[in-house]
C-alpha cells in the first residue's frame, strides 16, 4: 500500500496501524539509529540480566526464591536499566551508528563497487 508505513489497512485496523507507525512493536534500548529489538527478546534480556551471571539454578524449585524473583526481578532490571542510561547520558552523547562514519562508508562503496564488478565478471549464473 504506497504511502503507508506498515502492512495494515490504516481504515481497516486503524488502532493497529497507529501503533505500529509509532514503533510500538519494538523497544527502542538506545537512541543510536537501528538498535530495536522485538518485545519477547528484550523481555528475555531483561530475565538474563536479573538472574545474573549465576543463572536461576533450582528457582523454581524453591518457592520463597521463586517469589523474590517474581517480586523484585522487574523492580531490580528498572533500577539497572536506569542506573545505565544515567551513565551513558552524562558520557556518550553521540546517538550515530558506529558504521555512520566516512571511512566505513568509503570502504562499503568500494565493497559494494567489488561485489558488481565480480557479477559483472561471471554473467548471468542463471543462463
Given at each position: ?5 506498515a502492512p495494515y ?101 568500494k565493497d559494494v ?15
Amino acid at each position: 500500500m504506497p504511502g503507508t508505513c506498515a502492512p495494515y489497512d490504516p481504515n481497516k485496523h486503524p488502532k493497529v496501524f497507529q501503533q505500529f507507525c509509532e514503533g510500538a512493536f519494538v523497544l527502542h534500548k538506545s537512541p543510536q539509529a537501528f538498535s530495536s529489538i522485538a518485545l519477547d527478546h528484550a523481555h528475555e534480556q531483561a530475565n538474563a540480566l536479573v538472574k545474573g551471571d549465576g543463572g536461576a539454578v533450582s528457582l523454581t524449585e524453591s518457592p520463597g526464591a521463586l517469589l523474590v524473583f517474581m517480586v523484585a526481578g522487574p523492580e531490580l532490571t528498572k533500577i539497572t536499566q536506569e542506573f545505565k542510561e544515567y551513565i551513558s547520558a552524562i558520557t556518550k552523547k553521540d546517538t550515530h551508528h558506529h558504521e555512520q562514519v566516512p571511512g566505513v562508508q568509503v570502504l562499503f562503496k568500494k565493497d559494494v563497487a567489488s561485489l558488481v564488478s565480480s557479477f559483472e565478471e561471471v554473467g548471468n549464473l542463471f543462463e
